[in-house]
T-cell receptor
Framework: NAGVMQNPRHLVRRRGQEARLRCSPM?????VYWYRQLPEEGLKFMVY????????ESGMPKERFSAEFPKEGPSILRIQQVVRGDSAAYFC???????????FGQGTRLTVV | RKEVEQDPGPFNVPEGATVAFNCTYS??????FFWYRQDCRKEPKLLMS???SGNEDGRFTAQLNRASQYISLLIRDSKLSDSATYLC?????????????FGKGTHLIIQP
């Protein structure tokens, strides 16, 4: 049973470009979480999704950021018109249910140049 | 989102010593509690779940105090490999605050 898979592991984008980060949850997991971690900072919650539904997006910036978790395929975190301040590690986690622990992917390190 | 508070440290502890840290949470409707460990530039990894009756896994003991709204982690006979950041995690439910909430972590350094 493969773990949570995130790709790409490293992503470099120029200012103004779009970044797409993908997360495939563990098999049987229908809950997905996205977190951002700036250098030397803690994990910051962004969004919590179940299949085809956004449950909690209270941590998402109001503009340029969006997330989806379609019925088929991975969850996508999309950042439009990236700026230098978007440079961070973006972690995805999945869990099989609401009360259970979550398991993390290895993260995508986004660098905006 | 409700807060989860941890002492960021660092805690500098000699190898073989016992170390404990706490975490407090503000939402009394919290349902599930966990400790995660994060090594530098790596993903967080589940260390242990925290049950109401307390639980132990080898050298690690976790306790939950619902009345005072805090969780503790005790590490006995600490090893150099225990050096990491320990994240307290709380799961809330309802009111648009579903999902896991992480503390900022406590940085532990085990010294030889």
């Amino acid at each position: 049973n493969a773990g949570v898979m995130q790709n790409p592991r490293h992503l470099v984008r120029r200012r103004g470009q779009e970044a797409r980060l993908r997360c495939s949850p563990m098999k049987g997991h229908s809950h997905v979480y996205w977190y951002r971690q700036l250098p030397e900072e803690g994990l910051k919650f962004m969004v919590y999704l179940q299949k085809e539904n956004i449950i909690d997006e209270s941590g998402m910036p109001k503009e340029r950021f969006s997330a989806e978790f379609p019925k088929e395929g991975p969850s996508i975190l999309r950042i439009q018109q990236v700026v230098r301040g978007d440079s961070a590690a973006y972690f995805c986690a999945s869990s099989p249910g609401e009360r259970t622990e979550a398991f993390f992917g290895q993260g995508t390190r986004l660098t905006v140049v | 989102r409700k807060e989860v508070e941890q002492d960021p440290g660092p805690f500098n502890v000699p190898e073989g010593a016992t170390v404990a840290f706490n975490c407090t949470y503000s939402n009394s409707a919290s349902q599930s509690f966990f400790w995660y460990r994060q090594d530098c530039r790596k993903e967080p990894k589940l260390l242990m779940s925290v049950y109401s009756s307390g639980n132990e896994d080898g050298r690690f003991t976790a306790q939950l105090n619902r009345a005072s709204q805090y969780i503790s982690l005790l590490i006995r006979d600490s090893k150099l490999s225990d050096s990491a950041t320990y994240l307290c995690v709380v799961r809330y439910r309802g009111g648009g605050a579903d999902g896991l909430t992480f503390g900022k972590g406590t940085h532990l350094i085990i010294q030889p």
